[in-house]
């Protein structure tokens, strides 16, 4: 096996291939197909301090080359999480990050002091301030440095542990929003979130998302996040996790030339739950293969044109 | 559940549109509990069409699994193209199963439209288990029928335009044979004005029902939390953790009409 460790802020993951927020729930749910420890993380699902519902049906469509989701951010709330998932994630041998969603600054925040007031082997945490699918959902912090700014110090100031700030393409200027976050203490930025979208039934006339707007992910976004994740490289010192549309190895090794240095697996779980496992496997092929002495070696590497 | 690249047996059409497909796929059988159960098939292996597709299996014996589908769109026209000796990747088994039919009720088995596979399945579990039942099966016109109308051996055809069997919907029929019968229990799947027309029916009339509905998949695993229906029943024990829904691919895709709400 080639060297496929990659390191972010003082933590080193075996490999760079982690499995989404939103796309894995909490990482227990299709034990007969992926052996989740050999992945390099789990995101888990988006956390709000209540337990969500989510939003009515339909919540989901395909689009060409992808799919576009209104979930709303369905999820058991941090306490339920505390007391049920904490216990099972001990006995994993892969990393969990926990991804973290709100309405406001104090929700984010009172997440967070719940999870830091207990003792668990959570690694980090992923913060969603880029959800497009919520009403008054992080969307607000995602499109505001200023916002940002404030939400990354007053976390970085309550934790040791690793804050990834997750951001949306959907803004003029990622990376701005990228820097802010960095200069507030995150330890990464992680990119992108879903794109904005939306699908009709010319037949039926109506929105296929009850929601009528919802989250574009899948191969159909990868330019989109290929670029974000590029231009956020070229100014940021600190490590970038890409993602948007990966389904296979060379679509992981496109995401390290263009700068990052972990990667996402989102909607290709929902295809086949074993796909961060069997990119694994690949990637180490494609660097065995490869001119590259190591993964690391590759990142931001991508021959530009002039 | 597991994944499987299964062999197409063969790939025909058997009505207007309507299409049947066998697999070769033992290792969905190894894992098959019952009528109710579906695969989500990947139609092809480029990524023009992100997603699975849920389907109900309509036949499970000898290693050897059937699908019904019609030809609504891009994906099922691509999956009519398929020849035998193809390959296709499928998962599953997935979802729960019809219940009760085998305690001592009499069934009644309806499918609508491309609502029939599961309830066909149903209808060769009773067979094997020599259970007295009757199939009633709706459809627009007689082009979508290809079972042939036969009141004598229990089976009933209706169609909207009264061109082969009963003219109207099933709802005829169910009547009649619910005042016909002792303990009658319902079974259907079928489009959703019709389990609309069933579940209210099964509640004024408090006959016991289930009901396998369609809802649109991500994953069909649990993992994209696409798939909701309304609950009624919030204490009903569920693979998934919500209050107000229910995910038809874990949870479901059978419930008792009481327990779940239409839009």
Redesign the interface.
Known sequence: MSNLEVSIGNITFKNPIWVASG???YGT??P??IDVNKLGAIVTKSITRE?R??N???????T????I?S?GL?N?GVK?YIKEMLPIYEDLSTKIIMNIAGTDIDEYIEILELMENQSSSITGYEINISCPNVNKGGMEFGIDCDMTAKLTEELRSRTDRLIIMKLSPNVSDIVSIGKASQDSGADAVSAINTVVGMSINANTGKSNIFTTYGGLS??AIKPIGLAAVNKLYKDLSIPIIGMGGI?SSTDVAEYILAGSTSVQVG????????TGEDLIDMIDTYVADSNWKSLVEMIGKVEIHN | MLIERAHIISNTEVAHNIWEMFLDAPGIISEYKGSGQFINILVEDSWNHPLRRPMSIASAKDGKVSIIYKIFGDVTRILSKKKSGNDIEVLGPLGNTFTNWNNNYYPILVGGGVGLPPILNLKSECELSKIDHTIIIGAQNSNEHFIAHDPKNDIILTTDDGSSGESGTVMNPIDRIIKEKNRPYIFACGPEPMLVAIRDYSLKNNIPTQLSVESYMGCGVGLCQGCVISKNNTDKKENSYHEQYSLVCIDGPVYESKDIQFE
Request: no cysteine; aromatic share 6%.
């Open positions: 796309t894995f729930g749910e299709a007969d197909l337990p519902e989510g009515p049906p339909p919540r989901i469509v395909e060409p080359s992808g799919m989701n979930i369905a058991i339920k899948g191969p389904v909607t290709a779980n929902f295809r086949n739950p074993g």
